[in-house]
């Protein structure tokens, strides 16, 4: 087997980036590609800064174990396997389970800083940004942070407002230049998974030969 092929997936939150995963997820193997999401490199609570009102801040990039998603992803190129606890979203219903990442022909990584984050970028052979209005992200984050975390809206609207749409605008947005695709998720992405499909099985086939 060659070098497995390096995928960066980014966008804001909102913008679909894990229903795009979960797509590929439903039509390729674990064997064909790795999924490597950031959100399982958060810091624990304790230690996030906080903003003027003592609220903790999750969308920093210095919010993130960056060396361990750096030095995971460089295990993964180099054939091992990765393990580590999944992460929760502080939420007390739920209980964390070893996630368990194997090396193979292609790799995504998916995460807000996956383009901010030099030493990844360098990395990659691909670059993903998935775009998106701005009310519908915000729409689709107060859905599932109310479905999946157990957020309170107050909670997730000033988050949003103080946390979510600052950091976008000054570190997550600007890395859409350097993405070698731009999908537009304003209503689905199925014309965008029936456009890297091919690319993907053409590029595992090229991997195992």
Same mark, same amino acid.
């Given at each position: 087997?060659?070098?497995? *092929?390096?995928?960066?997936?980014?966008?804001?939150?909102?913008?679909?980036k894990?229903?795009?995963?979960?797509?590929?997820?439903?039509?390729?193997?674990?064997?064909?590609?790795c999924?490597?999401?950031?959100?399982?490199?958060?810091?624990?609570?304790?230690?996030?800064?906080?903003?003027?009102? @003592?609220?903790?801040?999750?969308?920093?990039?210095?919010?993130?174990?960056?060396?361990?998603?750096?030095?995971?992803?460089?295990?993964?190129?180099?054939?091992?396997v990765?393990?580590?606890?999944?992460?929760?979203?502080?939420?007390?219903?739920?209980?964390?389970?070893?996630?368990?990442?194997?090396p193979?022909?292609?790799?995504?990584?998916?995460?807000? *800083?996956?383009?901010?984050?030099?030493?990844?970028?360098?990395?990659?052979?691909?670059?993903?940004?998935?775009?998106?209005?701005?009310?519908?992200?915000?729409?689709?984050?107060?859905?599932?942070?109310?479905?999946?975390?157990? *957020?309170?809206?107050?909670?997730?609207?000033?988050?949003y407002?103080?946390?979510?749409?600052?950091?976008?605008?000054? *570190?997550?947005?600007?890395?859409?230049f350097?993405?070698?695709?731009?999908? @537009?998720?304003?209503? @689905?992405?199925?014309?965008?998974?029936?456009?890297?499909?091919?690319?993907?099985?053409?590029?595992?086939?090229?991997?195992?030969?």
């Amino acid at each position: 087997m060659q070098k497995p *092929y390096l995928i960066g997936v980014t966008g804001g939150s909102g913008s679909g980036k894990t229903t795009f995963i979960n797509k590929l997820k439903d039509i390729f193997s674990e064997e064909q590609i790795c999924f490597l999401s950031m959100d399982n490199y958060y810091k624990p609570r304790e230690i996030q800064e906080k903003d003027e009102n @003592n609220e903790y801040h999750f969308d920093l990039p210095s919010s993130f174990k960056r060396k361990d998603f750096a030095r995971d992803v460089k295990k993964l190129m180099n054939g091992e396997v990765v393990r580590l606890m999944e992460y929760t979203f502080n939420n007390p219903l739920a209980s964390a389970r070893e996630v368990v990442y194997r090396p193979a022909s292609i790799i995504i990584v998916e995460g807000i *800083y996956v383009l901010y984050f030099e030493e990844i970028v360098k990395l990659l052979d691909l670059r993903i940004y998935l775009d998106a209005h701005e009310h519908l992200k915000l729409i689709r984050r107060i859905k599932r942070d109310a479905e999946e975390r157990n *957020y309170p809206l107050e909670d997730v609207l000033y988050r949003y407002e103080k946390h979510v749409f600052p950091t976008f605008k000054k *570190y997550i947005e600007p890395t859409k230049f350097q993405a070698d695709i731009i999908i @537009n998720n304003n209503e @689905n992405l199925d014309g965008a998974i029936k456009m890297v499909m091919p690319f993907l099985e053409n590029k595992i086939n090229k991997q195992l030969k």
